[in-house]
């Protein structure tokens, strides 16, 4: 394959994923449809089975790149930066169709006949790197287990989100983070700490 046509394969399949992520978020995986994906990503069918051999596939294609989708804010490892995190993957969560779309197919994986908790686990590292870099800087309680701490976090962001999608579109989501936070923060960070911590989305350029 030329260069040309690798550049445009890769266009290709880069529209056809952008196109099912926006169907998968506005239809879920049972509502989605291979015809109504084609139709989003103007392709054919050709071009489709090409890239994708099924709708299943496109979903598996979705949801492993959750991460991928998302571009964590930059900063000093530790406590503030987790706190940072929270509040910019609920941006995401609003603005972002594709990283959107792979969380909702995680949530309803069971449609797809699949029980994987990759991407929550991939989120369980990514939050335990930022608590023991807060665990070196002392910015811990005594006693705090990383790991434990890591795994209760994403499961209770799993459910506040899930819970605002439900009530709000997530619209009111940065509210619920900061009471998660309000409620957290006394049982993990070190009491001295708490009060310099912002519980609030990052200033735009920090988060950029």
Not at 140 to 152: I, K, M, S, W, Y
């Amino acid at each position: 394959m030329t260069r040309p046509k690798q550049e445009r394969a890769v266009r290709t399949r880069e529209m056809i994923l952008y196109a099912a992520a926006e169907v998968f978020d506005e239809c879920g995986y049972s509502g989605a449809s291979i015809s109504k994906i084609m139709n989003r990503a103007g392709v054919t069918q050709g071009g489709m089975y090409f890239h994708f051999k099924s709708k299943e596939a496109l979903a598996h294609a979705v949801m492993a790149s959750q991460q991928d989708f998302v571009e964590l804010p930059a900063g000093r490892d530790g406590l503030q930066r987790l706190i940072n995190m929270t509040f910019h993957i609920a941006s995401e969560l609003r603005n972002n169709v594709l990283f959107r779309a792979s969380v909702r197919l995680a949530v309803e994986q069971g449609e797809l006949g699949i029980e994987d908790d990759t991407a929550y686990q991939e989120w369980v590292e990514q939050f335990h790197t930022q608590l023991l870099a807060a665990q070196r800087n002392g910015e811990l309680r005594n006693g705090v287990d990383a790991r434990e701490f890591a795994t209760v976090l994403v499961g209770a962001y799993t459910g506040t989100q899930i819970f605002s999608n439900a009530a709000t579109q997530r619209e009111d989501l940065p509210q619920r983070i900061a009471a998660l936070w309000r409620y957290f923060l006394p049982a993990v960070a070190d009491p001295v700490l708490i009060t310099s911590l912002r519980i609030a989305p990052a200033p735009l350029t920090s988060a950029a």
